[in-house]
Antibody
Framework: EVQLVQSGAEVKKPGESLRISCKGS????????ISWVRQMPGKGLEWMGR????????NYSPSFQGHVTISADKSISTAYLQWSSLKASDTAMYYC????????WGQGTTVTVSS | QSVLTQPPSASGTPGQRVTISCSGS????????VYWYQQLPGTAPKLLIY???QRPSGVPDRFSGSKSGTSASLAISGLRSEDEADYYC????????????FGGGTKLTVL
């Protein structure tokens, strides 16, 4: 079964760093890009960026460029989304999706940033 | 403000046919495939339609998609209570270095 399994919920303080993960299984991880999508509370879906796990080439939405870092470790079929300094406005659900038309989605990781 | 424009809400009674529109531009819908996602309350989005009008296996044929120019639409026939969800359209946008763009989402209520 093709699936993406994300890391668990996080509660952080403003200014802290964070890395969440997305592990692929059931398919060749390096054959498909992985996208990250944000959903703020009660709001719609926003595409953040994507990575090609075969060579770690990335492209970001202008709205998120410079605010997050997307990376991958193909040896363990895992993609990451990372913040160096969280803000309260980063509070949201974050999904990874296989970027083949986003045909497979992770279950989501809730990130709460609060002092 | 989303790049793709969807109505914020739609509704219908069981058995009815409803359509949800998605409007874009020449850099996204006008030159690339359209995808539709269904998000049930408290769950991750699920791919409903890909490449304008193709259904993944397991998606009922009550769901259909179409595209014309810079607009697309999702039709749901034989509406059922379990179709009550948020629906999003998406397309690749060729501007800048390329990016996926979404519609703002349509909340479908089954009356």
């Amino acid at each position: 079964e093709v699936q993406l399994v994300q890391s668990g919920a996080e509660v952080k303080k403003p200014g802290e760093s964070l890395r969440i993960s997305c592990k692929g299984s059931g398919y060749s991880f390096t054959s498909y890009w992985i996208s990250w999508v944000r959903q703020m509370p009660g709001k719609g879906l926003e595409w953040m960026g994507r990575i090609d796990p075969s060579d770690s080439y990335t492209n970001y939405s202008p709205s998120f460029q410079g605010h997050v870092t997307i990376s991958a470790d193909k040896s363990i079929s895992t993609a990451y989304l990372q913040w160096s300094s969280l803000k309260a406005s980063d509070t949201a659900m974050y999904y990874c999706a296989r970027s083949n038309g986003m045909d497979v989605w992770g279950q989501g990781t809730t990130v709460t940033v609060s002092s | 403000q989303s790049v793709l424009t969807q109505p914020p809400s739609a509704s219908g009674t069981p058995g009815q046919r409803v359509t949800i529109s998605c409007s874009g531009s020449s850099s996204n819908i006008g030159s690339n495939y359209v995808y539709w996602y269904q998000q049930l309350p408290g769950t991750a989005p699920k791919l409903l339609i890909y490449r304008n009008n193709q259904r993944p296996s397991g998606v009922p044929d009550r769901f259909s998609g179409s595209k014309s120019g810079t607009s697309a639409s999702l039709a749901i026939s034989g509406l059922r209570s379990e179709d009550e969800a948020d629906y999003y359209c998406a397309a690749w946008d060729d501007s800048l270095s390329g990016l996926w763009v979404f519609g703002g989402g349509t909340k479908l209520t089954v009356l």
